[in-house]
């Protein structure tokens, strides 16, 4: 695991605390939700529901992932500016991060009082590093095999996808510390499905600890995700065990935020693998000794 702190902007976290990121989407086509939290009072309730299940983050986005309906800057504005406005007023010192690949929107939610840039698409709008910059905020730097926002893989092909991952994620860290963010606020993400088949998702699992080795803070989201249903042939809801299983092998090769939606299942895994490690001590230990 990196051993050093993680700071989003007045909130640092030390090494031996893994982070549960908690998805909040304000959109209505999620892949997983299908636009659960679309309504603001639902959102809210979801937002209260995972800080007290033992969330971190908070990730708000405003924009579906994969390909689906059109939203512009300034409809992605209005679905996640006030809310975040709202979120920050509702809870003083919890993260919130913004799952957008546009700086003007970025702009925006840090102004509001966002901590972190969720940048799923790899810098494809290069001032986003400029603006983590200059509110001395956080951001992720992720792989995506060089995808156009909001498309999908067709025929991925990597020589080796972990390799590349970490030529592409370390570069975008670089540029990102080049233009003034600090080290200790970079995030690397190998972004699992992105840009890539099932098997190159497996891959990027199993050899997670080479990602983690770059010194970079690492992380992953694989909650639900498709390689999870193609690998054991399930649809998108019968596929959290399959998630924690992933969660557990990702968080032993030294992950440091795990991006879910199950957010009290995940706090149990994170806390458990941290027991194994033996990088925290068990919450009590009676059997055999009374």
Not at 36 to 60: F, H, K, N, P
Not at 107 to 118: E, K, Q, S, T, V
Not at 212 to 229: E, I
Request: proline share 4%; aromatic share 6%; charged share 25%.
């Amino acid at each position: 695991m990196s051993t050093g702190p993680l700071r989003f902007r007045d909130k640092t976290f030390p090494a031996d605390h893994p982070l549960v990121m908690a998805i909040v989407n304000r959109t209505t086509d999620s892949f997983y939700d299908h636009g659960a939290t679309w309504d603001s009072d639902r959102a809210l309730a979801r937002v209260d529901e995972v800080v007290a299940q033992g969330a971190d983050i908070l990730d708000i986005g405003g924009v579906k992932a994969g390909p689906g309906e059109s939203v512009d800057a300034s409809e992605e504005i209005g679905r996640t500016i006030d809310f975040i406005a709202a979120v920050r007023d509702r809870h003083p010192r919890i993260v919130i991060s913004i799952d957008t690949w546009r700086s003007s929107v970025a702009d925006r939610a840090l102004l509001a009082g966002a901590d972190l840039i969720n940048d799923a698409w790899g810098g494809h709008d290069h001032q986003l590093v400029e603006v983590a910059a200059h509110h001395d905020a956080a951001i992720v730097c992720t792989h995506t095999g060089g995808l156009l926002p909001r498309t999908g893989p067709f025929r991925a092909e990597y020589d080796d996808v972990v390799a590349d991952a970490i030529q592409v994620t370390t570069g975008l860290a670089d540029r990102a510390q080049q233009a003034g963010v600090a080290a200790e606020s970079i995030i690397i993400d190998p972004a699992h499905d992105f840009g890539k088949n099932t098997w190159h998702s497996l891959e990027i699992t199993r050899r997670l600890q080479e990602m983690v080795d770059t010194g970079w803070p690492v992380l992953v989201s694989v909650s639900n995700k498709d390689f999870l249903g193609e690998s054991l042939d399930l649809p998108v809801g019968e596929r959290v065990p399959a998630t924690l299983a992933a969660t557990t092998l990702c968080a032993w090769q030294g992950a440091r935020i795990h991006r879910v939606h199950q957010v009290a299942e995940v706090r149990q895994v994170l806390d458990f693998v941290a027991v194994a490690r033996g990088d925290r001590d068990p919450a009590r230990t009676l059997r055999g000794l009374v």
